[in-house]
T-cell receptor, first 115, second 112 residues
Framework: NAGVTQTPKFRILKIGQSMTLQCAQDMNHNYMYWYRQDPGMGLKLIYYSVGAGITDKGEVPNGYNVSRSTTEYFPLRLELAAPSQTSVYFC??????????????FGQGTRLTVV | SQKIEQNSEALNIQEGKTATLTCNYTNYSPAYLQWYRQDPGRGPVFLLLIRENEKEKRKERLKVTFDTTLKQSLFHITASQPADSATYLCALDRNYGQNFVFGPGTRLSVLP
């Protein structure tokens, strides 16, 4: 199992450009998440999905969009890149059930710089 | 408003000592609390989970306590080693995994 795979690892964008951060998981997890991590600020939830076709906003969704057409993939779209979106982005997945373990598995991250 | 705090941004200890990291939260009622380890340039890796009805959980040299009255979790690493140097994140899990909320992390350095 590869776990959670994110691409690309690094990207530099110009202001106003758009891009899609890719995330795939091969663990058949229902739940998937996108976080951003800024220095000293911890992880902030952008969007999450509890299953194919279902997405919901997290703490900091503005400027981002997601889709979840299959269980495996959960891409994050930036439409008009802004310097404030410079950050490290992490995708994660989990398979929670009531009363059972809900650990999250994270990808290696995408370091995005908007200039 | 809801808030998670970890006791300090950075903690330095001598090899062989016990490291104790603190996670405090306000205005939450978590079903679970988790601890993750993050190395530079990598994603967080799960370490331990403790449920709201559990007081303590152990795994090898790691121990976590969870006091829902104090709204606090303590994370201990006994017989610490330089390889334990990393950032440790606590996370509150509400709605059985629908929302993970992370603290800012504590950067632990174990000095040889």
């Amino acid at each position: 199992n590869a776990g959670v795979t994110q691409t690309p690892k690094f990207r530099i964008l110009k202001i106003g450009q758009s891009m899609t951060l890719q995330c795939a998981q091969d663990m058949n997890h229902n739940y998937m998440y996108w976080y951003r991590q800024d220095p000293g600020m911890g992880l902030k939830l952008i969007y999450y999905s509890v299953g194919a076709g279902i997405t919901d906003k997290g703490e900091v969704p503005n400027g981002y969009n997601v889709s979840r057409s299959t269980t495996e993939y959960f891409p994050l779209r930036l439409e008009l890149a802004a310097p404030s979106q410079t950050s490290v982005y992490f995708c994660a997945s989990s398979s929670p059930e009531r009363g059972m373990n809900t650990e999250a598995f994270f990808g290696q991250g995408t370091r995005l710089t908007v200039v | 408003s809801q808030k998670i705090e970890q006791n300090s941004e950075a903690l330095n200890i001598q090899e062989g000592k016990t490291a104790t990291l603190t996670c405090n939260y306000t205005n939450y009622s978590p079903a679970y609390l988790q601890w993750y380890r993050q190395d530079p340039g990598r994603g967080p890796v799960f370490l331990l989970l403790i449920r709201e009805n559990e007081k303590e959980k152990r795994k090898e040299r790691l121990k976590v306590t969870f006091d829902t009255t104090l709204k606090q979790s303590l994370f201990h690493i006994t017989a610490s080693q330089p390889a334990d140097s990393a950032t440790y994140l606590c996370a509150l899990d509400r709605n059985y995994g629908q929302n993970f909320v992370f603290g800012p992390g504590t950067r632990l350095s174990v000095l040889p």
